[in-house]
């Protein structure tokens, strides 16, 4: 007997996901066609269709799904009681930090932020996806910084969040020269957020 739609449909997003990942890591987002990311899943054109509209949608999906893993880790931190720092500093080294893999989902989704850029319908459709991740961000420092107002919370995560991705770039072109620069000026920065 078939399978119905319905048990299949997690499995099928999960392949397209998993596959879209592994190729805009690997080729880029514009160099990644729908039909390499069926081909690479082993699925048709009718079942990537059958779950997004378009090849942003799974990119927004993915983008999502990024963020949902970074929040978790930022929130397991908040409560991680083991290290001397407060939980506001390892909240923010978390942030700051990053992995390999990080550093190449960081180009791939700097590539679809200019393509968003030029395209102010797809602009649009990242702005909440975009606030999503600033949102958690800010929820999880509203809960380690007690004497911060909401709108600081919101102004340090932003602030965080685009120190990371301006030093992930310079470290991604210049490697160990900017690598020295983030060890250097992270422990300066979160020691004035975490002070005042």
Not at 6 to 28: D, Q
Not at 123 to 141: C, K
Request: charged fraction near 25%; glycine fraction near 8%; proline fraction near 5%.
């Amino acid at each position: 007997m078939p399978k119905s739609p319905t048990k299949t449909r997690p499995r099928t997003v999960a392949a397209l996901m998993t596959s879209a990942r592994a190729l805009f890591i690997e080729r880029g987002y514009h160099a990644t066609s729908i039909s390499d990311i069926c081909g690479h899943a082993g699925l048709t054109r009718g079942a990537f269709y059958s779950n997004y509209r378009s090849k942003e949608d799974l990119f927004l999906a993915l983008y999502d799904t990024e963020t949902d893993r970074i929040l978790a880790g930022l929130e397991r931190a908040a409560h991680d009681d083991t290290g001397g720092e407060g939980p506001a500093v390892r909240v923010l080294e978390l942030l700051v930090a990053h992995r390999r893999d990080d550093e190449q989902w960081f180009l791939a989704s700097m590539e679809f932020t200019l393509h968003a850029g030029r395209n102010p319908e797809v602009a649009a459709e990242l702005v909440p996806h975009e606030e999503r991740f600033i949102a958690g961000m800010t929820q999880i420092l509203a809960g380690v910084l007690h004497d911060a107002t909401p709108d600081d919370c919101r102004d340090i995560a932003m602030l965080v969040t685009a120190m990371h991705e301006g030093i992930t770039a310079q470290e991604i072109i210049h490697g160990a020269p900017a690598a020295a620069f983030r060890e250097r000026i992270i422990p300066r920065v979160l020691g004035a957020i975490t002070t005042t």
